[in-house]
Structures are given as C-alpha cells and as structure tokens.
C-alpha cells in the first residue's frame, strides 16, 4: 500500500487532503507542524510527501533539508502560495520534486501525485557504467570506484533518464516532461543548469564533456560509447 505523509497546519485542508487521499486507497499520516513530520519521516517510511511550506516550528524548507539530509529518496510534493516564485525555485533547490499553488483542485493534486508515484516506481533497478562511475538506480547512488558521489534528487533523476535512453538526443522539453513532469510552469533555463550541476560531478573536464553532450540548437545526448548497463 502506498503510504503518504501530509504536512499541513491548516485543519480545514489537512482533513480535506487526507480524506481524498484516503479514498484514492492511499494511507495517510497527518503531522500538523515540521517538527512532527520530521520525527514521522523516515527512509522508507512513505512513498511521498505533501508537504506545506508555511508551518509551525520548522517550515516546509526546513523540513525538504532534513529529509534529503537524512536519505529520504521518495518524492516531495510542495504546497505553495500563489504567485511566490521564489518559494518555488528554493523548494526545487532543497530537493523537492515538484509544488502545487494553493488554491490547488483536489484532481490536479491527484494527477501530481500519481504521476511522481509513477516515475518513481515504473523502471526495473540497474547498473549504468560510464567511464569511472557506476549509478545503482536501486540505492540511488552514484560511485566512482568505491567512492560514493553526492547528487541531488533532481540531478539523480535527470543522470538516471539520460543513461536509460542513451545516445538519443533530447530536447529540453522531453528532459522537463520526463524529469520534472508534466505541466510543472518551469522554464528550460532549469535544464541548463542541472546539465551544469551534473557536469561538474561526472566530467572530468565539463567545459568539453565526454558523456554529456550538448546538441546545438536541440538539447543534449547523453554519450553511449563509453556506456554498459549490466
Ligand atoms: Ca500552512
């Protein structure tokens, strides 16, 4: 069973969320504050979090912090006010997978759910092998030798989509449907700069990469040859 966490101070919502959601056959938890749904959260404890950026104690940024910080992998849904950009662009920052402006329909906040439940479940575990670096796709985790290398969820999910479909090029609408989801309002601006994130961390020059490839006037591809997938 699919199990959600929502964190949510307002009464009114948080009873309205957890009532739909239970319908919709998932069990929900409630924490009322971000310091609840710390001590509630875990590694494998929910397969996703609705969580609210405005909240007693610890905000809904605080809490984003402390999930990835401690490994939590499963998806982050934000609850932002209308028209805070900025709160957005922070939450994408710390980790979060996605938002849904209040005041959001209880079907486009089922839709965002499914569809990060989706991305996180469809694909069987593997090993990708480029050059130096091995991605477990089952413990999330990304090595040179022996080495753990730190990477974000966002940039996980986007290295991980690249070694599934090597050597196509994608455009960075493809790269923003696949990666970030379908009808997030981000530009592709993001794209470039998670390219530029990744790069740093799997080129060893990433002014002239060999793996992640830019294609002019189209988006990028992501380089086969040095590529096995055991
Ligand atoms: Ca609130």
Known sequence: MTRILVVEDEPSIA???????????????????????????GADR?????????????????????????????PILML?????????V??????????????????????????LLRRTSEAPAAVFRFG????????????????????????????????RNQGRVHTRQRLLDAVWGQDTHITERVVDNQVTNLRKKIESDPENPRHLISVR???YRFDTQSVTER
Not at 136 to 160: H, I, N, Q, S, Y
């Open 15 to 41: 009873l309205a969320l957890e009532d739909d959601l239970r319908r919709e056959g998932y069990e929900v938890d409630l924490a009322v504050d971000g310091e609840e749904a710390c001590r509630l959260a």
């Open 46 to 74: 929910y397969d996703l979090y609705l969580l609210d950026i405005m909240l007693p104690k610890r905000d809904g940024f605080e809490v984003c912090r402390y999930l990835r910080s401690e490994g939590v992998k499963a």
């Open 80 to 88: 932002t006010a209308r028209g805070q950009e900025s709160e957005k």
């Open 90 to 115: 922070i939450g994408l920052e710390l980790g979060a997978d996605d938002y849904v402006t209040k005041p959001y329909g209880p079907r486009e906040l089922r839709a965002r759910i499914k569809a």
């Open 132 to 163: 130096q670096f091995e991605l477990d796709t089952a413990r999330c985790e990304l090595r040179a030798g022996a080495t753990p290398v730190p990477l974000k969820p966002l940039e996980f999910r986007l290295l991980e989509f690249f070694l």
């Open 217 to 219: 006037g189209i988006g």
